[in-house]
């Protein structure tokens, strides 16, 4: 049987050569707008530093320590020494000395402080040679342990310069105090520089309050550990005047070292460019005043 033969559909085959073709990717779209790109930058008000003045604090002291007990040589002025095994570096009996440590008259001689000897010999230098003596082994190894502890996480929160300073200014006042209420007889020992951390610290808390997300935690934590360190000054042969100076002193120097600006004004100072904002102030109100007068008693006292 025959068929007629099905209609037939026009086909175009367009060559490789021609160029009139249209494809439906040749559509026009409109270009696609990239973000601009955010420059981060270190912000230097929170930057952390590494702790290396406070571990040589630490240095320094054991080295004058071990300079004292070998100047003190305990087998040529005593008959029972204490750990004679280790000759001229042993430590004087214990109904002399308890913590483990030289005599009195080689402290005297390596810079302890003595009101007598300040006032009447005008050795002012022992207001601050005293700071980096120790009465003993026992006293040492406290004050340096209790030093690395908290002025290391202080050393890296503010940096080497800030510490340093509130550490030296704060012994220095201690001494002053004691030279004042205690002027029978000798004192030595880092304390007061190291209550003086203990005072900084608190007063940072305070001045940088705004910025912390554990305020009360921290506040009471530091609270306790600064009552039970005042609380050791109440046993014998412990300077507690050293310990209350050098905590004045450098809580009056936390505000005017530790300062930080507040978070609103890092953010809009750091901003990427572009980003528009109200201009807020560096630092609260209660921040300058109290850094205007802890300077004021600092300088007039």
Not at 234 to 258: R, S, Y
Request: charged share 10%.
């Amino acid at each position: 049987m025959a068929t007629d033969p099905s209609p037939q559909i026009p086909m175009r085959a367009s060559s490789k050569s021609s160029n009139n073709s249209i494809h439906p990717v040749d559509v026009e779209t409109p270009p696609v707008r990239t973000p601009t790109p955010i420059i981060y930058r270190e912000i230097k008000h929170f930057k952390k530093w590494i702790p290396w003045l406070v571990p040589a604090f630490v240095v320094v002291n054991t080295v004058m320590f071990i300079i004292t007990m070998y100047v003190n040589n305990c087998p040529k002025n005593s008959v029972s020494c204490v750990a004679d095994f280790l000759g001229r570096f042993s430590f004087q009996p214990f109904k002399e000395n308890p913590l483990l440590g030289p005599s009195s008259a080689t402290l005297l001689k390596m810079g302890a402080l003595h009101v007598k000897e300040v006032v009447d010999g005008d050795q002012g230098w022992r207001l601050i040679t005293c700071n980096w003596l120790h009465g003993g082994l026992f006293h040492l190894l406290a004050n340096m342990l209790s030093l690395l502890v908290i002025g290391i996480r202080l050393e890296r929160e503010f940096g080497f310069i800030r510490v340093g300073l509130i550490y030296i200014i704060s012994g220095f006042g201690g001494s002053l105090m004691s030279a004042l209420f205690l002027q029978s007889n000798i004192s030595v020992g880092a304390s007061g520089a190291l209550f003086g951390i203990l005072g900084s610290m608190l007063s940072e808390l305070i001045t940088n309050w705004t910025i912390y997300a554990n305020k009360v935690a921290s506040f009471v934590t530091l609270l306790v550990i600064i009552a039970v360190n005042l609380a050791v000054g109440i046993l014998p042969h412990v300077d507690n005047f050293a310990h209350i100076g050098g905590f004045l002193t450098g809580f009056l120097l936390g505000f005017v070292f530790l300062i930080r600006p507040q978070f609103g004004w890092v953010s809009q100072r750091y901003a990427p460019p572009g980003h528009s904002s109200s201009a807020r102030p560096k630092f609260k109100k209660y921040q300058c005043i109290l850094w205007a007068v802890s300077l004021i008693l600092v300088i007039v006292g």
